[in-house]
Structure formats: C-alpha cells, structure tokens
C-alpha cells in the first residue's frame, strides 16, 4: 500500500488498519483496500480522485460538503464517499451525469456565499474552494444572493435569521479542523506540510 | 374546569368524584366532560366553566340533555369509526393510576413478554409488521433485532418523543393520557435487545406531558415495573425522562443522540448505524413513541391480531392526526387504507372555514402539499410514496382556498434555514437561497422557477438527513399542484 507520509497527497480519509482485504469496483478498477476502508480512500489507491473539501486524511470523515457523493449499485441514494464505509463485491460509480449536476449544484451554493474575492485574495492560485469550483466545472452563479454571511458581518447582523450564525460555526468547524490538521502535521515532522490554511 | 365542577357540586351539596383523564381525541369537543351513568359514559362539550350551573341544572349527573350533551361518548361517530389499539385507554383512564391501567388490560404485553425469550419477542414484533411510526417507516422488529444481535456491555432504549411536527399531538397525548403504555412499551423492547437503560427524549414545549411521565415512572419504579427486577424477572430496566432544548433537527434521530450525549445537536452520518454505535457508542435502539406504544398490544393480542389491519406492506392501525383548518380536527386511530378524501371530508367534516379545501399538507413541515384531485390517495406508506409524498408521523394539516401556496413554499424553505443545523451544504445555504429564489418568483421573475426546480434536486439528493432533503416536498408539490399560485406575472398583468 502506498504510504501517505511520503506523498503530498490527501486520501481523504485515514488508512483502516484492519488485515481483512476487502475488493470492490469503482468506476470499473478493481481494488482491495483493508475492511473499514471508506469508499473515497478506496477510490483514491485506485488513482480517482473523488472531489472534496471537508475530508482529509489526518481526520476522521465528517461527511458535511457534500461533494465526494457517489452512487452505489443496489443502493439508494447518493451516499457521501467519505462516511460510507466499503463492502465486499461493492461497485462505485464516482462519475455520472447525476453526479456532475448535483456536485455542481452544492458547489454554487458554496461560491453564492463567497465575496468572489479571488483576484485580491492572499490564497489565490493555492485554494481548494477555487479548484474545486474549477473541477466541477462552475462558471456562473444562478442565485441571487441577498442573505450572506460576509454581507450579514458587515452589516452587523442586522436580521437574526440571515445565514451568517449557521455559515461562521460550520466555517469556524472547517477551520478548527483545519487547524487541528496544521497542528497535527506540525507534530508529524516526517510528514511534508500542505499548503497553510487560510 | 374540575375546580368549577367542584365548586358548583359542593354548594349543591352534592357528591361526586372527579377523576382527570387524558384526551379522547375529539378536539373540537374539548373541554370534554364525561359523566359515568347506567347508559355508559355520556358526554358533554365543549364545556366552559360558565356552563357548569346550566349543566348541574339540566341534571347532567345522571345524563341529562343539554345544549351541549352529546349521547353515550363512546358512540360518537367519530370515536366509533376508529380501531383504537395504541390509543385504548387514552381519555378513558386515570393517566396516573397503575390500578386503571391493569384494569383496561395494561401489563398485559409485558407479562406475555418477561415469559419469553428475547428472540421471540424480537420475532413477534417484526411478524407483527409493525414500522417505525416516526416518519421513515423502518420495521421495528429488524431495527431491534440488530441491537439484539450486537456485542455490547451496554445497550439503550431511546424514545423519541421530541414531537415537532405541525400540526401533531399524538405523542403528547400518549405521554399525557395513557403514559404507562409508553413505558411499557420500552420495557419490552429492552428486554427484547438486553437493554439496561432508556430515555424518552421530549421537547421543552411539552411541561405536562414531561411531568406525568416523570411521576409515571416513579410509580413504575415503586410497583417494581422497573428497576433491578422488572415484573420480578430477571432482567433489569430502567429510565428517565430528557428535555431538549427546541430544535425541530433534534428529532432527527442521530441529532437526537448527539443532544442526549450533551453535545450540539448536529445529524450524524450513517453509517455507523445508531443500532451498531447509537447514543454513547452503544446498540442503541431509537424508537418514536407510537411504535413503543404500540408494541404493548402487539405482546398481548399476537403479532397476526395487529399484522391483520391495514393494507399492502402497512400493517396495524396509525394514529392520524387531523388538524388545520378542519371541522372536526383531533386524533384518528384506523387501520392503514382510508384514502386522504375519506379523512378530510367524511371524518374530518370538512373546512371549519366552510370554503372549500385547496391543499392537505400531510407529513408535518416536510410533508407536500395534496390537492383535492389526490383524494383518493390511500393513507399507507408506499401510496404516499408513489404520489410524491410522505405520512411522516401521520399530522394532516387541511387548508382552504385562501392559502397562497407560493408563502407555503417560502414556509418551508425560511424553516429549513431556521432549523437546519448548519452542517451539510444543501440544507445550510441551499435553503437560504430558497427563500430568496421564492421570493424572486414572487416579484415576477419567471426565470426562477426552473432555479428553484434545481435547487430543489441538490437539496433532495445532497443533504445528510431528511431536514434538507425532504423540504423539496412541500416546494415541489405547492409548485407542481398549484402552478397559478407560482404566476405572479400573470397575476400582476390581470
């Protein structure tokens, strides 16, 4: 298996321990990855790489943005890659049609509730919210959006029911997590720190 | 009410008993008073304390007529239509009295219980049909069975009784009115599953109904239905009662779990699923109050004797909860398979308005909106599902034709954004921008209503939980049935 340590790369969600090798298809590869594997790490030993942005390798999945959603024969839905554990026989399919429109959709509400800022902003070129805009393809922004958290801290919150309390916690949650994966990695010297956070 | 009574029977210098029972059901009736004659009981409503004299007058002691009597309660036509099974007791008992409650066939189920194995209990129950009562709709029996199957030093009995749907009060009224069923209810599931410990998790809203449970599992306590030795078996159960703070997502089970732990009350993924690694990491069993409650008859009368009511895949009697803008709203026992026109119209008496009926929302806030053409909709859990709906925990909220069902749409959309608890994308934002698209279709912008559409499919498929991904049903069916509603162009030019 390869070693995360020694790749500046993100499986998404930590290595499973356990010996029992598990063998499922995504996207038509076969691959083997340890029993308590999720779906989105099987997916990338296999070399796919299934869009994310709250999920990473130094912490347990969290299963919030709702990018890396896949669909799964036999089962209903379109479960989150990285909570979905792998199953024995499992076929993934991590790009359909289905899967391009809704990936997109969630990633417009993310960026109808940004300054689109980018030109100006210290994190421009190095931004996984730009990359991930960029691999899913979004170019306009349908909404219209009045009620934003940026726009609602600027005004001092002028309406209780704006959207920026829910936004700032689950930023704030993103960032902790964020900082509590800088710290990690700051502790892990053996391991080549990413980019910092913003 | 009771004080009145009192009042007016002591300067009569009469003698009577006034016993407080729970809810009949019969809302537009309430207060209801029930006076025990040699005909049966006979009631009268809906009573105010100014009537009390003209009733001791017309000699309501012994079934007296009056303007506001209405016969031998129990031949009330919209008590004689239902199959009570869950609610048998409800508004006939003393909600307090361990004596009442084994007098109307109570312990019943757990006695036929504590003589069986666990895995027969489990396979009476899941043979039963029984499903999950709070809204999905998952078969009780396979749900316990899993906890049952779990390796674990400890499993719990969750109850969720943090009932916020509108337009819903079956479980206030169980807790309210006949709360030993509900816990005896979850002493059979804990032994079922080798539980030790249960919670019924209510909301803060609901002062009454957390008081009498809390004194009903004291007395519980005391008769040795619960502790260390429960009914003088082996096996040991007991529980207490948990308040939440008022989030509707907190019903959502896993959010539900969380606030129990003491933590903010996000949705959890699944899996792990909460029967594997449920509240504290344990087997959990999280059950809604309608299933627990149900599962006392089911222990007493046989799994075939529930298993037989109903239609298809829904079996057993759904307490369906009529509310609105309704003649006769209140709390309807039946069998699975009346059809929505059934209830609205012949039991539900039609719009207390008297304008005719332009949408029945069924499901709570996530429930869609029916027109009057569904009608004839069955009330079970797949025939809602193939007309783009949900029973949900059975609430039927009826409205007239001055419903604007674009401010419907807003609705659910402005309490997805209040309610959602902020962790998945599509519900977080996504209902932010529902409003404001709702309100863009409201101004004109025809170009909205196919954002809208989108959105509603992100949000269906993408969020975590039912919060997000159900509140496209009530968009989506306000959109669908009543499209002029969604013309404001129109609207404005004419």
């Known amino acids: ?198 | 009410m009771a004080a009145a009574i009192e009042r007016e029977a002591s300067a009569r210098n009469l003698d009577v008993t006034i016993i407080r029972n729970g809810s009949r059901g019969m809302l537009w009736l309430e207060t209801l008073v029930e006076v025990r004659t040699d005909k049966g009981r006979v009631a009268y409503g809906p009573v105010k304390a100014s009537d009390v004299p003209s009733l001791f007058d017309a000699g309501f002691l012994t079934g007296g007529d009056h303007r506001l009597a209405h016969g031998v309660t129990a031949e009330i036509p919209f008590l004689k239509g239902q199959t009570r099974l869950t609610f048998a007791r409800c508004g006939v008992t003393d909600p307090l009295s361990l004596e009442d409650y084994r007098h109307y066939k109570g312990l019943k189920g757990l006695e036929a219980a504590v003589a069986m194995t666990p895995a027969e209990i489990v396979k009476q129950v899941t043979d039963s049909g029984l499903r999950g009562r709070g809204g999905a709709g998952f078969p009780t029996g396979i749900k316990w069975k899993t906890v049952a199957d779990a390796k674990a030093d400890q499993k719990y009995i969750v109850c969720n009784a943090d009932e916020g749907d509108s337009g819903t009060f079956a479980d206030r009224m169980i807790m309210e009115g006949d709360p030993f069923v509900l816990i005896e209810g979850m002493a059979i599931a804990a032994i079922a599953v080798g539980a030790t410990r249960g919670y019924i998790y209510t909301r803060s809203e609901y002062p009454h109904a957390i008081a009498i449970m809390q004194d009903a599992i004291a007395i519980a306590r005391r008769e040795g239905i619960l502790g260390e030795s429960v009914l003088g078996s082996s096996h040991a159960f007991d529980m207490e009662v948990r308040v939440g703070a008022g989030a509707y997502v907190c019903g959502e089970e896993t959010s539900l779990l969380n606030s129990l732990e003491g933590k903010r009350g996000i949705v959890r993924a699944k899996p792990p699923l909460p029967a594997l690694e449920g509240l504290f990491g344990k087997p959990t069993v999280v059950n809604n109050v309608m299933s627990l409650a149900s599962v006392p008859v089911i222990m007493d009368r046989g799994a075939q004797f529930y298993r037989d009511f109903g239609v298809g895949r829904s079996h057993g009697t759904i307490p369906i909860q009529l509310a609105g803008n309704l003649k006769h709203g209140g709390l309807y026992e039946t069998a699975f398979g009346l059809t929505l026109g059934e209830l609205v119209n012949d039991i539900g008496g039609g719009t207390i308005s008297g304008r005719p009926v332009k949408a029945v929302q069924v499901g709570g806030p996530l429930g869609a909106y029916f027109p009057p053409a569904l009608f004839d909709t069955i009330f079970d859990y797949e025939a809602f599902a193939a007309a783009g709906g949900l029973i949900g925990h059975a609430g039927v909220v009826v409205f007239d034709d001055t419903v604007d069902m674009l401010a419907q749409a807003r609705f659910a959309m402005e309490f997805c954004a209040i309610e959602s608890c902020g962790k998945c994308t599509p519900c977080r934002i996504g209902a932010v921008r529902g409003v404001e698209t709702v309100d863009r279709i409201a101004r004109g912008d025809a170009a909205a209503i196919p954002l809208l559409e989108s959105l509603c499919s992100t949000m269906k498929s993408g969020s975590l939980c039912a919060l997000g991904g159900f509140t496209p049903y009530p968009v989506m069916s306000a959109l669908t049935h009543f499209p002029a509603d969604f013309d404001r162009m129109k609207e404005a030019a004419e």
Not at chain 1, 105 to 113: A, N, P, Q
Not at chain 1, 128 to 151: C, K, P
Request: proline share 6%.
């Open chain 1, 1 to 198: 298996m390869k070693d995360s340590r020694l790749l500046d790369r993100d499986f998404g969600t930590p290595a499973a321990r356990s010996e029992k090798m598990i063998t499922l298809t995504v996207d038509g590869f076969e691959v083997s990855v340890p029993e308590g594997t999720s779906v989105m790490r099987a997916a990338s030993e296999a070399g796919i790489s299934v869009p994310k942005l709250c999920a990473t390798d130094m912490l347990d999945a969290f299963g919030s943005c709702r990018l890396c959603l896949v669909e799964i024969e036999g089962r209903a839905g379109t479960p989150a890659s990285c909570t979905t554990p792998v199953a024995p026989g499992m076929v993934v399919h991590t790009q359909t049609g289905k899967l391009k429109d809704l990936r997109k959709g969630v990633m417009e509400l993310y960026i109808s509730d940004h300054p689109l800022d980018c030109l100006t902003c210290a994190a421009n070129g190095d931004c996984e919210l730009q990359d991930m805009a960029g691999a899913l393809g979004l170019r306009d922004v349908r909404y219209e959006a009045v009620d934003t958290h940026f726009r609602a801290r600027n005004a001092a919150a002028t309406s209780i029911r704006s959207g920026w309390p829910r936004t700032r916690a689950t930023r704030i949650s993103l960032m902790t997590r964020r900082n509590a994966s800088s710290a990690r990695a700051a502790c892990a010297p053996a391991r080549k720190s990413r980019a910092p956070s913003p």
